[in-house]
């Protein structure tokens, strides 16, 4: 397998408890996807029990696909971390600003 080393933003936090990539209030999937083009979803919630072996990993913004946020760079995240909640039924990057 090769490794790869890039910069990205981490996900300081994210309170989606029944997401399977949570473990006690952090993502640990290795990135994220934000976003379908207008709202910032994160695309990569996967709505189970925790199935996460690496307990260390932090995620990562892997893409944004939000153009509108203030925070989006040729759909990259440009913050430097986010966090990811509810707002309402949805999980989303709360981190996003117009």
């Known amino acids: 397998m090769m490794t790869m080393k890039i ?3 981490p996900v300081s936090a994210c309170s989606v408890t029944d997401c ?3 473990v006690k209030d952090n993502c640990h999937a290795k990135a994220i ?3 379908d ?3 910032p979803g994160c695309d ?7 199935h996460t072996r690496d307990g ?3 995620a990562g913004i892997g893409a944004c696909k939000v153009t509108a946020c203030k925070h989006n760079d ?3 995240c440009a913050a430097d971390q986010i966090s990811v909640g509810r707002v309402g039924n949805e999980v989303n990057c709360l981190t996003f600003t117009r």
């Open 7 to 9: 910069d990205m933003p």
């Open 20 to 22: 399977a990539y949570n």
């Open 33 to 35: 996807t934000i976003g």
């Open 37 to 39: 083009g207008v709202h």
């Open 44 to 50: 990569t919630f996967l709505k189970a029990s925790s």
């Open 56 to 58: 260390s990993r932090i």
């Open 74 to 76: 040729d759909y990259e």
